[in-house]
């Protein structure tokens, strides 16, 4: 299962690629991928383990994005 979060503020594409590079080299990153139009970050993991993972990807989009902070918005189901 994937889970989608939404972005407190926009951000460039620039800072996006910056941001997938560092997420997808964490351990347990399964997948990570953003919506077209920048505004949702969808990550997957391995075993179900989000709590470690999210923490660095707070931090991650925190420090790249200039201060943008994440929600969780829902599920994405994979088949």
């Known amino acids: 299962m994937v889970r989608k ?7 460039e594409e620039e800072m996006a690629q910056e941001i997938l590079k ?4 964490l351990e347990n990153v399964k997948s990570a991928s953003f919506s077209e ?8 993991t391995e075993d179900n383990e989000y709590g470690a993972v999210m923490n660095r ?8 994005g200039g201060g943008c ?11």
């Open 5 to 11: 979060y939404r972005l407190t503020k926009k951000i």
């Open 37 to 44: 139009d920048l505004s949702q970050l969808a990550i997957g």
């Open 22 to 25: 560092e997420v997808q080299q």
């Open 69 to 79: 902070d994440l929600s969780f918005d829902g599920f994405v189901v994979e088949e």
């Open 57 to 64: 990807t707070v931090n991650i989009c925190r420090r790249i």
